[in-house]
């Protein structure tokens, strides 16, 4: 089992699934797996890898502003890159978290499958009137092309 960095949604999915994330990710790959719980795992995983990118550009600008940093090493254009970059994380782990916890809002219960649908085939009948007389043998068919 490959390690599973934590997500912030980690506990609502453990909440919903019943099952710590890691099992999640095993019962995952299993043949009956639900496409819910696949989708779940695959906006978890983007949340968790965008959330990585916040704290990497986080601990960069607090290395930055360190009290004992050398302040001629300051440089604006790059804090400004680094405000740019972590606007950009922000709203993308706020986009992830909105579409997961819609997700697991409005998914049917862990517990219930799906059933397969029963179609009803209408058939549509029709008679004939009886005064109709039925298609000559040849009707419909190609003619033969004359020399």
């Known amino acids: 089992m490959s390690p599973v960095k934590a997500s912030t949604m980690d506990a609502d999915l ?3 699934f019943g099952s710590p994330v890691p099992e999640l990710y095993e019962a995952a790959v299993g043949l009956d797996a639900s496409p819910a719980l696949g989708r779940a ?6 949340l968790a890898l965008t959330e990585e990118q916040v704290d990497c550009v986080r601990d960069r600008v607090h290395a930055d502003m360190a009290p004992d940093r050398d302040m001629s090493e300051l440089s604006a254009d790059q804090l400004r890159f680094d405000a740019q970059w972590l606007e950009a994380a922000l709203d993308a782990r ?30 549509a009948t029709a008679t004939l009137a009886p005064s109709a007389a039925p298609a000559p043998p040849r009707a419909g ?7």
């Open 141 to 147: 068919a190609a003619r033969a092309r004359r020399p």
């Open 14 to 16: 453990q909440k919903v």
């Open 94 to 123: 706020d986009g992830y978290r909105a579409a997961l916890g819609e997700l697991l809002r409005t998914m049917p219960p862990p517990d219930q499958r799906a059933r397969p649908v029963r179609m009803t085939q209408l058939k």
């Open 41 to 46: 795992l695959e906006l978890r995983s983007f």
